[in-house]
């Protein structure tokens, strides 16, 4: 693994961040919490392994293909639908927009901005597509498919829950 590189790839800025190394010896922690950041930890080293040479990390493929499914949304609505802050969905925007993969619009009023991907973003997301679904791939291998399934649903609940409380 690397240890806070910088490369340009394709065109795209990416510095390579890792918070989890697959060498580690894992335990299991005593709170949901840190037992759920572990393993969001190494579910993101495998997706971003397979989105490597692209530039592009999880969180930024994950905010390109909202807007590849739902083109309009505002930064607000970006922030909702991923489940994260306006904060956050502002600074994630703002990478993917200086990469040429994402512009804004102005929205319903000036401080407002829509997001829709470019024609650079939409061909990345075809490039790419292959890629993510190895990932997917091998996640459900390593895991098996009614395992990953069940984890995927346990977790949106969890989130859906959680976030509503």
Not at 10 to 18: L, Q
Not at 103 to 115: C, F, V
Request: hydrophobic share 40%; with cysteine.
């Amino acid at each position: 693994m690397c240890n806070g590189c910088s490369v340009r790839a394709s065109g795209i800025d990416f510095t390579c961040i890792y918070m989890y190394y697959p060498g580690m010896s894992l335990q299991s922690l005593p709170c949901y919490c840190a037992t759920l950041r572990q393993a969001a930890r190494a579910v993101t080293v495998l997706y971003e392994e397979m989105l490597a040479d692209s530039g592009l990390h999880a969180a930024q493929f994950t905010t390109l293909q909202v807007l590849e499914t739902a083109p309009g949304l505002t930064t607000t609505e970006v922030a909702g639908v991923i489940g994260i802050d306006q904060t956050t969905a502002t600074r994630t925007l703002a990478l993917v927009k200086k990469n040429g993969l994402a512009k804004d619009m102005i929205g319903d009023d000036r401080r407002q901005r829509r997001w829709f991907l470019t024609p650079h973003g939409l061909a990345q997301m075809k490039k790419l597509r292959p890629r993510w679904e190895a990932a997917q791939r091998a996640f459900e291998l390593r895991l098996g498919r009614p395992e990953a399934l069940a984890l995927k649903q346990a977790s949106f609940t969890a989130a859906s829950r959680l976030a509503a409380s």
